[in-house]
């Protein structure tokens, strides 16, 4: 369930590495997701966009990716990102110093809601890792 960052490091960029969730926490980003894409409208063919790197403002993204980061215990109701808890949910393989300097560094990103902040958080760590977490949904 290693979920926050699961999500907001779907696809590999240059000079990037590749982990792989444990098959348990895999299941359960997965169980996460799909309620999520549930609960949150997202179209299909906007996920697999984002799942290669192309992250737009769509509002159901935006709501997917509140609805994901909550549900994983990552964030709070009100778009408060825990560092403690997004780092202990790191899988083997990323550098839990820089994931922590670069979450320290989006946490302080706000939006107009909760949604909006968590959106900011989520594009800011997308694009500041080098160390992208591969999963299936």
Known sequence: MKSFI?????VAGVFAANVSLPP?????A????????????LKPEV????????ISDDEHLKKFTFCF????????????LNVDVALAKLPPGVDKAEAEKLLETCKAKSGKDAT??????????H???KTHILLGF
């Open 6 to 10: 699961v999500f907001s490091v779907l």
């Open 24 to 28: 348990k926490q895999n299941e359960k």
């Open 30 to 41: 997965n169980q996460i997701a799909s309620e999520c894409i549930k609960e949150s409208g």
């Open 47 to 54: 996920l697999a966009e984002a799942k290669k790197g192309h």
């Open 69 to 80: 980061f909550k549900k994983a215990g990552i964030v709070s109701e009100d778009g408060k």
């Open 116 to 125: 909006e902040t968590v959106f900011e958080i989520f594009k800011c760590y």
């Open 127 to 129: 694009h500041g890792t």
